[in-house]
């Protein structure tokens, strides 16, 4: 799971600013103000959206950090990006339904918010690793679910490759397997802890 979802936006900064407050007024948003970062080269952009507060602060108001309220952009390698906090961390860090579900929903809406902005399409994956071991049986299952989907992958043996292994560790804190990583074009990958049909069908488009 990444911490942020960001897009290359297809305007200039300033356009982008635009774009993104109209966006986000017409969604629902409240923007409650920005700020100049790094000179010119960066904003923030400080957006929320009562509903999902107020649900959250009646939910479990300890998490309520975990809510992005800011969207940033900036300059990357020659590149304009604007992006925000994964909503989705939320789910990952409560068991309550209602914290569920605000996640669910501020993920969507984030991330429509920050496709808009930018001008971007629908993000769709450059490619897909499968992260295994030889004797795992859900690893089994999944090649043999990708297979079926006719999905692409490269299918990496963490018992066999120390170095990829050790790489996972790093990027997603897990050491167990099935891991799925989910690689685009103008955002960090994407990662998928075990098995979970449902999330891979809805991130593939499968």
């Known amino acids: ?11 200039s900064l300033d356009e ?3 774009r993104l407050k109209a966006q986000a007024e017409a969604g629902g948003f409240s923007v409650l103000g920005e700020t100049s970062l790094a000179g010119a080269t960066a904003k923030l952009v400080y957006v929320c959206k009562p509903s999902w507060a107020e649900s959250l602060v009646a939910a479990s108001p300890d998490l309520f950090g975990l809510l992005p309220c800011a969207v940033v952009t900036y300059e990357k390698e020659g590149k ?10 939320l789910g990952g860090v409560s068991d309550s339904e209602a914290v569920r579900k605000i996640a669910a929903e501020a993920e969507a809406g984030i991330r429509k918010l920050i496709d808009e902005a930018a001008g971007a ?4 994956p450059a490619g897909v690793k499968l992260y295994s071991t030889k004797s795992c049986p859900y690893c089994r299952l999944e090649k043999s679910w990708l297979d079926t989907k006719k999905v692409k992958y490269d299918l990496v043996y963490v ?18 397997v099935p891991v799925t990583e989910i690689l685009y074009e103008d955002q960090d990958s994407d990662f998928v802890v075990g098995f979970d049909q449902a999330k891979l069908t809805k991130m593939l488009t499968v």
């Open 121 to 124: 399409g629908e993000l769709k």
């Open 1 to 11: 799971m990444n911490l942020g979802y960001f897009r290359k936006s297809s305007f």
């Open 159 to 176: 018992d066999e490759d120390q170095a990829e292994a050790e790489r996972l560790v790093a990027r997603t804190g897990q050491m167990g």
């Open 80 to 89: 304009l990006m604007v992006g925000a906090g994964n909503p989705s961390l």
């Open 16 to 18: 982008t600013i635009i």
